[in-house]
């Protein structure tokens, strides 16, 4: 396959559910399909650098948001994209309301659990769309 799996956090600094973003994030691009995804800092999509702009032209994308605002998906659209795929962490959370993060600087044992449950997830929806080409 030529094509990459982009995976966007939200940037959600200062709130928890951002931080398990991007938690998940880089546990699925880094140990999970380091192979096939990909994942830059989506400040860069809002300053509109060419660069990012051409990574979620020409691939697939995944978005990881912290809460219903969805800003890692409103970037993606503002570039006139569409997303393959939106996450977010509040509808994971309601699934597992005992996995509550202690802070955003310390998620604590709960909060990296939801992580990785979501890194799990993730790496079902990346294998999912690789299947489908
Ligand atoms: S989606 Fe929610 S948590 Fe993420 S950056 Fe936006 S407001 Fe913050």
Do not use: W
């Amino acid at each position: 396959m030529g094509k990459k799996i982009v995976v966007l956090p939200c940037s959600g600094i200062g709130k928890a559910f951002g931080e398990i973003s991007r938690q998940a994030v880089y546990s699925l691009a880094e140990d999970l399909r380091p192979e096939d995804v990909i994942t830059t800092c989506l400040a860069r999509l809002m300053i509109d650098d060419p660069e990012s702009k051409a990574l979620v032209k020409d691939n697939i994308v995944i978005t990881v948001d912290g809460c219903a605002q969805g800003c890692a998906r409103k970037n993606v659209e503002a570039t006139g994209q569409q997303v393959d795929h939106a996450v977010r962490v509040i509808d994971i959370f309601k699934q597992h309301k005992d996995l509550k993060a202690q802070g955003v600087l310390e998620l604590g044992e709960p909060g990296f659990k939801l992580a990785q449950i979501l890194a799990e997830n993730l790496k079902d929806e990346v294998d999912c769309l690789i299947k489908k080409g």
